[in-house]
Antibody
Framework: QVQLVQSGSEVKKPGASVKVSCKAS????????IHWVRQAPGQGLEWMGW????????KYAQKFQGKVTMTRDTSITTARMELRRLLSDDTAVYYC?????????????WGQGTLVTVSS | QSVLTQPPSVSGAPGQRVTMSCTGS?????????VHWYQHLPGTAPKLLMY???NRPSGVPDRFSGSKSGTSASLAITGLQAEDEADYYC???????????FGGGTKLTVL
């Protein structure tokens, strides 16, 4: 059974970068993807992109291209999402979520979420 | 603006049946891509409620059902319970955007 455990809350100043990690256990080695989804205060869920931990291939939503980088470590059990040039609008809970593909797929399970607060 | 459109809120009394809609377009739901539903309680991770339009994961009560037709999908909840009060999101894939998309969410209030 797949489980995803994320890193803890972060407080950053505008213009800084933040890196959130997502450790997976119980997954199959091949054929899975880690997606990142965020929810700003009072807003809905917003898909940011995915990474295939096995190949390192990534796909980002157009809105986040140039601002986000998704990586995985060499053990391919931990995925990371780095968000650069933070603005107050980037204050949100960031979730990682598991899927078995990149299109026409659902997300299950999800990590517990990581609150990123951007404030001067 | 979300790519998939959901009503901001729905409500119902305990025991009643409620439905909530999710409207897309020809590049997502209308293109044949499946719709999936999540239940989201404040302070917790979203929970998969329905996948592949009308399939319930293990542990989800059969009070929950889903359907899809054309460019829209619906989630129905029968025998409404207080614990069903949550935000509900639909999700699909959009071929024009090349990625997954969510609805704006529907807040269910149990009166």
């Amino acid at each position: 059974q797949v489980q995803l455990v994320q890193s803890g809350s972060e407080v950053k100043k505008p213009g800084a970068s933040v890196k959130v990690s997502c450790k997976a256990s119980g997954y199959t080695l091949t054929g899975y993807y880690i997606h990142w989804v965020r929810q700003a205060p009072g807003q809905g869920l917003e898909w940011m992109g995915w990474i295939n931990p096995n190949s390192g291939v990534t796909k980002y939503a157009q809105k986040f291209q140039g601002k986000v980088t998704m990586t995985r470590d060499t053990s391919i059990t931990t995925a990371r999402m780095e968000l650069r040039r933070l603005l107050s609008d980037d204050t949100a809970v960031y979730y990682c979520a598991y899927s078995t593909g990149w299109s026409d797929i659902w997300f299950d399970p999800w990590g517990q979420g990581t609150l990123v607060t951007v404030s001067s | 603006q979300s790519v998939l459109t959901q009503p901001p809120s729905v409500s119902g009394a305990p025991g009643q049946r409620v439905t909530m809609s999710c409207t897309g377009s020809s590049s997502n739901i209308g293109a044949g891509y499946d719709v999936h539903w999540y239940q989201h309680l404040p302070g917790t991770a979203p929970k998969l409620l329905m996948y592949g339009n009308n399939n319930r994961p293990s542990g989800v009560p059969d009070r929950f059902s889903g359907s899809k037709s054309g460019t829209s999908a619906s989630l129905a909840i029968t025998g409404l319970q207080a614990e069903d009060e949550a935000d509900y999101y639909c999700q699909s894939y959009d071929s024009s955007l090349g990625g997954s998309v969510f609805g704006g969410g529907t807040k269910l209030t149990v009166l």
